[in-house]
């Protein structure tokens, strides 16, 4: 034929009846390996047909004038959705998912600084979570009473440096840092009294080990008298707090000794954390299997070299911080079967806009203030005692349990059935695997929920049961927020076709529909994806990108004679108009972070021009 297109397509066709044919990726990688040089002509190969019977039929002239399809003479399949791959996309911001004291302090917080209501949302959750004793648990299950969940997460939100988290969680950390002040401000005093009585009780001890010497001497004295009699040496008292940051493990057991209500970490970015996970051991897991064992919380038993074991009453820490996608992937490409990443609740962060330059809303603030100040008041009375004081050891409150009306268990029983669902629709195992802790990720923020409502409101003590709508609140959120956004994560996280995902994006978003797309156009716009990458191995990592894209019929490779290589492909118009959600999604997500970009500009402009 003379169209090393159209012989692709026949070898391609011909070799799917034998029993080794792979795949079309199979089939390319041959193909580009294949030389133009000592091979057979033509002609020879008509010859050695000949040779075996076969008859060269006489062309119909007629097909030399007859329209072309495109690169293989065929029609174009139905190109496979790689940008939206399980249709859906992560979950967006809803109200009716929140609490309304949460909903309403993420809804101000976003219109002044510009950040997505979602991540301001879930940032005003983990920054109330701290105060939310873990003393509190509920129990899911009507007759199993040995299965409970605490009021415990672990958040990740993936995004940007310019996703305006810092921001967003100084605002929402106002009500905490303040109860944080007055817990050192305690502490310190107690520090103080407590130096004070060393101090006094050295001198008592110096005392009677005088008194016991000339007893002694006078061969007058009793043994247990004598013991009895040793002066009581003060106790240290505890160091109170809500929250930590870039602390080791063996620092974590002494700081959850002195906290029973459990502590939260909360961290601009998590990568510092994933990466010092056992970072001083030999092994690379020591570490992490102590982080996954606080997930579940309750009692634990630390045994450290040089020291003895320590036995904590409640190894439990709730996580929350940011990381930006690349370095996530880095981190966690070769090993994220480890359970880890499955505990954590993923949540998508959109492009931060411009914020409005306008006053805090004063009665938003000062009602997600009054929310955190009662359940802060909550948490240190019972922490270990009242008033968290050690001068009440006994006093520790027993675990309160709470229970789901009926309506509520009939709501998370339809919730718990469609995740159920969800592990046997073909999903991959690791998807599988985070849908396992999914289930328990409810009950968790149902609590939450149920705490933060008591403490917007009027009523003194904390009702026992979780209601419907609570209930409802905390399963929408699941399953339509947390579900999507976790299945998105693990396909593209595991996905070879990421970068193929990333040329689909590119190829879709266009203003105007591309017929072909070349090699250069993906050096030239695509250096985010493909700058890092030098060579050879980025020419395989294209190559690779592509033969994805030709499998699921995006593309078809434009070979030219004399090349073993393909360095542009016609595009399949069909994606254009068989995807036009997607195409809309990305074209204006494009759109939205080129009008940020020029809106920068023009400030910086603007800004120069105020400076001369």
Same mark, same amino acid.
Request: hydrophobic residues 35%; glycine residues 6%.
């Given at each position: ?47 050695i ?31 496979l ?23 309403d302090?993420?809804?101000?917080t976003?219109?002044?600084?510009g950040?997505?209501p979602?991540?301001?949302a879930?940032s ?5 979570m ?5 003393i ?7 007759h199993?009473?040995?299965?409970t ?5 672990w ?5 940007e ?30 520090r103080?009294?407590?130096l ?9 001890l ?7 010497k ?52 909360l ?23 102590l ?8 009692g634990y ?26 370095v ?41 203030e ?12 019972y ?48 998807i ?45 959120l699941?399953?339509? +927020? &947390?579900?999507p956004? $976790?299945?998105?994560? @693990? ?7 990421? %970068?193929? #995902? ?40 294209i ?36 995807m ?11 759109? +939205? &972070?080129?009008?940020? $970009?020029?809106?920068? @500009?023009e ?6 021009? %105020?400076? #001369?």
């Amino acid at each position: 034929t003379g169209d090393l297109n159209q012989a692709l397509y026949i070898w391609n066709e011909w070799s799917q009846a034998g029993t080794k044919y792979q795949g079309e990726k199979d089939i390319l990688t041959c193909w580009q390996s294949f030389k133009a040089d000592n091979g057979i002509s033509l002609g020879t190969l008509f010859h050695i047909a000949g040779s075996y019977g076969w008859t060269r039929p006489i062309p119909d002239a007629s097909e030399l004038f007859s329209a072309v399809n495109d690169a293989s003479g065929q029609e174009w399949a139905e190109p496979l959705d790689l940008i939206n791959r399980y249709g859906i996309s992560e979950g967006a911001y809803n109200r009716e998912h929140w609490p309304e004291v949460i909903a309403d302090k993420a809804e101000e917080t976003s219109l002044r600084i510009g950040s997505d209501p979602l991540m301001a949302a879930w940032s005003g959750l983990a920054h109330i979570m701290p105060v939310c004793s873990d003393i509190h648990q509920v129990q899911p299950k009507k007759h199993s009473t040995d299965y409970t969940e605490r009021p415990v997460l672990w958040m990740m939100a993936v995004g940007e440096p310019s996703c305006k988290k810092s921001p967003t969680d100084r605002d929402n950390a106002l009500p905490l840092k303040s109860c944080e002040k007055e817990l050192v401000k305690h502490y310190q005093i107690e520090r103080e009294q407590y130096l004070a009585k060393k101090e006094f009780h050295k001198i008592q001890l110096d005392a009677w080990k005088t008194t016991t010497k000339k007893t002694h001497a006078a061969d007058n004295h009793n043994a247990a008298e004598t013991i009895s009699s040793i002066p009581t040496e003060p106790l240290s008292p505890a160091n109170r707090r809500l929250t930590v940051s870039n602390v080791t493990v063996e620092k974590l057991a002494d700081m959850l000794s002195d906290n029973t209500g459990g502590l939260t970490f909360l961290a601009d970015e998590l990568a510092a954390l994933f990466n010092s996970m056992g970072q001083y051991k030999s092994g690379t897991s020591a570490d992490q299997q102590l982080w996954l064992e606080m997930y579940a919380g309750g009692g634990y038993t630390i045994d450290r070299k040089g020291s003895g074991s320590t036995y904590i009453d409640n190894w439990s820490i709730g996580i929350y911080g940011t990381i930006q996608p690349d370095v996530l992937k880095g981190i966690f490409s070769k090993n994220v079967n480890d359970g880890l990443l499955q505990r954590f609740i993923i949540i998508y962060v959109n492009e931060a806009e411009m914020g409005k330059d306008i006053p805090v809303n004063q009665a938003v603030m000062q009602r997600y203030e009054r929310a955190v100040e009662r359940l802060f008041t909550d948490h240190k009375i019972y922490q270990n005692g009242e008033l968290f004081s050690n001068d009440y050891p006994d006093c520790i409150r027993p675990n309160t349990i709470y229970t789901l009306t009926d309506k509520a268990y009939d709501i998370s029983t339809i919730a718990r059935e469609r995740i159920d669902a969800l592990r046997y629709s073909g999903l991959t195992k690791y998807i599988r695997q985070a849908l396992s802790k999914v289930e328990g990720q409810m009950f968790r923020i149902a609590l939450l929920f149920h705490l933060i409502e008591w403490a917007d409101s009027e009523e003194i003590a904390i009702p026992k049961q979780i209601t419907r709508e609570t209930m409802k609140k905390a399963a929408d959120l699941t399953t339509e +927020s &947390i579900i999507p956004s $976790m299945i998105k994560f @693990h396909s593209e996280l595991m996905d070879s076709t990421s %970068d193929a #995902q990333a040329i689909a994006k590119y190829i879709i978003s266009r203003d105007t529909p591309l017929s072909v797309i070349k090699e250069r156009d993906i050096y030239r716009d695509m250096s985010s994806v493909f700058g890092n990458v030098k060579g050879n191995e980025r020419q395989k990592a294209i190559d690779s990108a592509m033969s994805d894209l030709i499998v699921c019929d995006w593309v078809k490779p434009i070979i030219e004679v004399g090349h073993k290589r393909s360095n542009s492909w016609i595009i399949n118009p069909k994606i254009y108009t068989s995807m036009l959600d997607t195409r809309n999604a990305e074209v204006k997500k494009l759109k +939205s &972070i080129k009008q940020k $970009m020029n809106q920068s @500009h023009e400030r910086r402009k603007q800004e120069k021009a %105020d400076c #001369q």
